[in-house]
């Protein structure tokens, strides 16, 4: 993407819409909202304007505003044009913008990427902002709000200065120690430092499980026996029919989902279909796309309307993952489950047990009481760098026998580890997958 281009698209999601808001940056942008409006306002003043096409003729009225760089969001000269959301209108708008020469129509994330060419976002940041477009939930949006308010890129910076200044002394003790002034005692001074990094480091490592559930959803699977109530519960617990429910044996064939929010977390759930023995070659597939899913799952409620019927993941589900036992049709029952039979009983026909299955499954959602921040490490890659960064300073470490050379360029490697979750070194192959994930106009 070439950033001597002028940029516009429309910002502000689906038409029709109440208001539509038209973004433009590049250096083009003062005179393309001279010719569209006349005089511009003062920068960053909303002043209400009629906006003309180049032959004069009236597209819309609406608000102008005028962001000069660097003071704006992508760091360039901006401007936003708030219209009617009308589809004709912004049609009529975005076509009047097509035909200036040196302007074009933005890429996905082409806005976001330039705010971080130009030192006005870091990596973390951006990635933030893309959540926040995407969160559906209220804990999704706290740890999106703290990523791309630059909270976790505080975190990665000190450490990284933490990193950067071990290596100073090192070095100055290398390069200058017949110097008064130069501290000695490495080991004193240094080392004791980095051995509690390194625990910050494992701790704040051992967190990712918890940000891929606020961002990915807590997986959950409903397996069981045919004829179970698997697919009754799983409407019932979306509010709607989405599973077909019979007392055909073997009625669900494939893998059903519904995303739901549940204490402020999205939860994704899965509908399974019955696992039994079978010669029916579709249902066999199935069963097979049930055994697939179960292996993924972060809980299983496993669902039987007898007592003996909770055999049913032997050789299936991993051991790690947790069971939660459901007796089903607890409105016929005969008396046959006792004590301890089920970790919860319910009836999807009476809802009798569904608060406590619900307690029971907020049990096993992350607790985040007492937080004042998420500061959680949200994504694959940022694992992948923390684990790279304590790798190399655990060698640093330990390296006793090895000289101050070698240990302060492992110390050298774990700061680079660290400065490419932010984008401070060594980022240009990732940006286009970053940002390929955004919506036009951001």
Same mark, same amino acid.
């Given at each position: ?300 409620? /496993? @669902? ?8 049913? %993941? =032997? +050789?299936?589900? #991993?051991?790690?993952? *947790?069971?939660? $036992? ?30 406590? /299955? @619900? ?8 607790? %985040? =009481? +007492?937080?004042? #921040?998420?500061?959680? *490490?949200?994504? $694959? ?31 050298? @490697? ?29």
């Amino acid at each position: 993407m070439a950033t001597v281009d002028t940029i516009y698209a429309l910002s502000s999601g689906a038409l029709p819409a109440g208001v539509a808001v038209v973004r433009i940056s590049g250096p083009q942008t003062r005179l393309v909202l001279g010719a569209l409006c006349g005089t511009l306002p003062a920068p960053r003043t909303a002043t209400l304007r009629s906006i003309r096409s180049r032959n004069g003729h009236i597209i819309d009225s609406g608000l102008l505003l005028y962001f000069q760089g660097p003071a704006s969001f992508t760091g360039e000269d901006c401007g936003e044009l708030q219209i009617h959301g009308g589809r004709a209108a912004v049609h009529a708008l975005l076509e009047e913008l097509a035909a200036f020469e040196g302007l074009r129509h933005a890429e996905a994330g082409e806005f976001s990427r330039r705010a971080f060419q130009n030192g006005k976002l870091d990596l973390v940041e951006v990635e933030g902002l893309s959540d926040l477009i995407t969160a559906e939930t209220e804990i999704q949006r706290r740890l999106a709000i703290e990523h791309s308010g630059g909270g976790q890129s505080k975190v990665y910076a000190e450490w990284a200065r933490r990193l950067t200044h071990a290596r100073a002394m090192i070095e100055a003790e290398l390069d200058f120690a017949d110097e008064d002034d130069i501290p000695g005692s490495v080991s004193e001074r240094i080392w004791q430092d980095m051995s509690l990094l390194s625990g910050e480091l494992a701790a704040h490592i051992a967190e990712a499980p918890i940000a891929e559930i606020i961002r990915d959803g807590l997986k959950i699977v409903i397996a069981g026996e045919p004829n179970a109530g698997k697919s009754s519960l799983l409407n019932v617990l979306a509010r709607r029919d989405i599973a077909i429910v019979t007392e055909i044996a073997g009625t669900t064939r494939d893998v059903l989902s519904v995303d739901l929010s549940l204490a402020g977390f999205s939860v994704k759930l899965y509908d399974t279909a019955g696992l039994r023995e079978t010669d029916e070659i579709v249902e066999q597939e199935g069963i097979r796309r049930a055994r697939e899913v179960i292996e993924r799952a972060d809980l299983i409620l /496993l @669902l039987s309307e007898t007592p003996t019927g909770f055999h049913t %993941l =032997s +050789g299936v589900a #991993s051991g790690d993952t *947790p069971v939660l $036992r459901v007796g089903t049709k607890l409105d016929r029952v005969d008396g046959a489950w006792m004590t301890g039979d089920a970790d919860v009983m319910i009836s999807t026909r009476t809802g009798e047990g569904m608060d406590r /299955l @619900l307690d029971a499954i907020a049990g096993h959602l992350p607790d %985040l =009481s +007492g937080r004042t #921040s998420l500061s959680l *490490p949200s994504r $694959r890659r940022h694992v992948d760098c923390l684990r790279q960064a304590q790798r190399a300073l655990d060698e640093s470490l330990a390296g006793h026998h090895q000289g101050l050379d070698i240990r302060a360029e492992q110390l050298r @490697l774990a700061g680079d580890a660290m400065g490419r979750i932010t984008g401070r070194v060594d980022v240009e192959n990732l940006l286009d997958v970053i940002f390929s994930e955004f919506c036009i106009g951001k």
